[in-house]
């Protein structure tokens, strides 16, 4: 089963790191994508830039509304995302434990799973 890793914390937190600060965290957090990736389970992992960059397209009740900010009203935020190959939830929540003692403070991972859909109706 494919699994969604999908990291959360206070972008402010975050965002506030030295360069060395975060830097060590990366590495940290790479020593834990090694094992998963020689496995050949890792899939895509992407850090999404500040939510002062994102734009939002929300559906109303006649044209499309863009939106400047995600205008999530939280206080952590969506930070980035695994996609993981996983035998089961617990092995998903392994790996999050693991991502969790790499990553200093507090925030969460949201484990979900994930169905894959090709354009033409098949899924994985």
């Keep these: 089963m494919l699994y969604a890793i999908l990291c959360y914390n206070s972008e402010d937190v ?43 397209l929300r559906k109303s009740n006649s044209e499309p509304v863009i939106l400047d900010g995600p205008f999530a009203e939280t206080k952590e935020q969506l930070l980035g995302f695994y996609l993981v190959e996983c035998a089961s939830l617990e092995e998903a929540l392994d790996f999050a434990k693991d991502l969790t003692e790499a990553n200093p403070g507090t925030g969460s991972y949201e484990i979900r799973p994930v169905s894959v859909f090709f354009p033409g109706g098949a899924t994985a």
């Design 14 to 56: 975050v965002g506030g790191w030295s360069k060395e600060e975060d830097d060590a965290v990366m590495a940290r957090l790479a020593k834990v994508q090694e094992k998963v990736a020689r496995e050949g389970r890792l899939g895509p992992v992407a850090r999404l830039l500040p939510t002062t960059a994102a734009t939002t």
